[in-house]
């Protein structure tokens, strides 16, 4: 227990740990049977296939959970309680990035870089303004949201304003998802 308490990097232990338990937990068949059956479970199974609409591991499910559910319910109303969801699973990300994860990682990045030079490169105003945009465009898009997420974490972006940008990118793509789905049938 000692030598978890003075372990500096807690944190990329814990993201590794979860990157393994999810790919174990995608191969349990009784797992999978829960993410089948989110469509039973009406709006408050929207509001989890939002959360796994954002998940690397969880696109493809969400995105037919979403698609599945749309067949019964308001488009409009399933975009904006599965942007709920979608956004809380996001801020946990946004949150351990912007405040952990950065922490840990910046004396591997300090030793690795000198002198800087990547830093000095993204803090010009040329790039400045891109982790912000290109994670909008990330959340806003069917693509895993990890990535936009993290870009939007290492800009240091205020909490609200996150929450707010996630929850309109999100919601909005998730409608556009069900309404294409309407105009392209198999």
């Known amino acids: 227990m000692q030598y978890w308490r003075s372990w500096k990097y807690k944190n990329l232990t814990f993201l590794l ?3 393994i338990f999810a790919f174990f937990l995608g191969k349990l068949e009784l797992f999978h049977q829960f993410l089948l059956n989110l469509g039973a479970l009406g709006y408050v199974g929207s509001f989890f296939a939002g959360m796994l609409f954002v ?3 969880g696109v493809a499910t969400g995105i037919i959970s979403l698609l599945v559910l749309a067949e019964k319910l308001n488009p409009i109303l399933l975009g904006v309680i599965g942007g709920t969801g979608a956004v809380s699973a996001d801020f946990l990300l946004f949150k351990f990035v912007k405040d952990r994860l950065i922490d840990e990682v ?3 990045y300090e030793q690795l870089d000198h002198n800087h030079h990547l830093k000095k490169l993204l803090h010009t105003k040329h790039f400045r303004w891109l982790f912000p945009v ?3 465009i990330i959340i806003a898009s069917p693509l895993p949201d ?3 997420v993290s870009l939007m974490g290492i800009a240091k972006m205020k909490n609200r304003t996150f929450l707010l940008l996630s929850f309109f990118l999100n919601s909005s793509g998730i409608i556009l998802v069900i309404l294409a789905s309407r105009f392209i049938k198999p």
């Open 17 to 19: 740990i979860s990157f």
């Open 55 to 57: 998940s690397t591991f």
């Open 106 to 108: 910046k004396p591997i």
């Open 134 to 136: 290109f994670g909008a």
């Open 146 to 148: 990890e990535l936009g």
